[in-house]
């Protein structure tokens, strides 16, 4: 019992804030390291190099780099605020999606249950 609630409440809860600080600490890493003159082309070589190292398959997703090279350009027009800020209203849309969605197959499937 004790390990349902741990995987079903802790570990979604535990991995959500996880991505969410090393989103913010990238981020961080990333202004501090073009104030001083390194391009978001290296930096994002250098983020998919050390990805190589920890994580090979998802290195391979040519999406992923194109959205993460897209982020680092617009860090450089603003701060690393505004794209934490931003990042984490991805949760936040995913939910109204999901419901939208559920909401939208229980209106098809139920249809004929509802007195009119």
């Known amino acids: 019992m004790a390990s349902s609630y741990w995987y079903k409440d ?4 535990s991995a959500m ?4 600080c090393t989103n913010v600490d990238i981020n961080t ?7 001083k003159g390194l391009s978001y082309y290296v930096f994002a070589f250098y983020s998919f190099a050390i990805a190589t190292l920890v994580l090979l398959p998802l290195v391979f997703t040519f999406r992923l780099f ?6 680092y350009i617009g860090i450089e027009y603003s701060s690393p605020t505004l794209a934490s800020a931003i990042s984490n209203l991805t949760p936040a849309f995913t939910f109204i999606l999901a419901v939208i ?7 098809k499937s139920n249809h004929k249950n509802i007195p009119l």
């Open 10 to 13: 802790v570990l979604p809860f």
């Open 17 to 20: 804030v996880a991505v969410e």
């Open 29 to 35: 890493l990333y202004k501090a390291a073009t104030s």
């Open 66 to 71: 194109v959205s993460q090279l897209c982020g």
């Open 101 to 107: 969605f559920r909401f939208l197959f229980f209106l």
